[in-house]
């Protein structure tokens, strides 16, 4: 049984047509997995690298080259929560936001929380330098974010 639905492969089908070759559409392809299966489990990637006419191995190596993608063992939460800690965001508190929202969740950066609503991320700069200390809410900036504005958003952000 296909672990990409037919609305998945729409989406990665749609992307062939705009780039000069299929192997160009395997990190589009990646996102849009993981974005549905908070995952790339392995028949993802046999199934992604068939529809792109590439070996599994060429896709897995793509995944695995950026470090951003989950495979089945460790799935993402149903919202990614990115700490920043790059300068800008350690000078006014970034760690200390980073920190609180580990303990609130109970979880390392990485991990999830055990409820399955949020994984913890940390990240060098989230390009919102302005807004610092700032998080990123799966694709979305926000900023400044205090420490003593964690609870709330880690309540909002379970709401979801
Ligand atoms: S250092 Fe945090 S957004 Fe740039």
């Known amino acids: 049984m296909s672990v990409l639905t037919p ?3 729409r989406r990665i089908e749609a992307y062939i047509p705009r780039y000069p070759n299929k192997q160009a559409v395997t990190l ?3 996102h849009i997995v ?3 299966l908070r995952c790339v489990p392995m028949p993802a990637i046999r199934e992604i690298a068939e529809m792109l006419d590439l070996s599994p191995a060429e896709v ?3 995944m695995t080259f950026y470090g951003f993608f989950r495979d089945e063992n460790n799935k993402l939460g149903k919202t990614r929560l990115w700490v920043c800690r790059g300068l800008a965001c350690q000078l006014r508190g970034g760690d200390d936001v980073l920190q609180r929202v580990c303990e609130r969740l109970n979880v390392r950066p990485g991990q999830t929380s055990a409820d399955g609503h949020i ?3 940390f990240a060098e700069c989230i390009g919102v330098c302005e807004r610092a200390p700032a ?3 799966d694709d979305a900036g926000r900023g400044p974010v205090e420490p003593e504005q964690v609870d709330d958003l880690i309540d909002e952000l379970r709401r979801r």
Do not use: K, M
Request: glycine share 0%; aromatic share 6%.
């Open 135 to 137: 998080v990123l809410i």
């Open 119 to 121: 994984t913890v991320e």
């Open 34 to 36: 993981q974005d549905e």
């Open 28 to 30: 589009p392809a990646l």
């Open 7 to 9: 609305e998945i492969r």
């Open 60 to 62: 897995y190596d793509t």
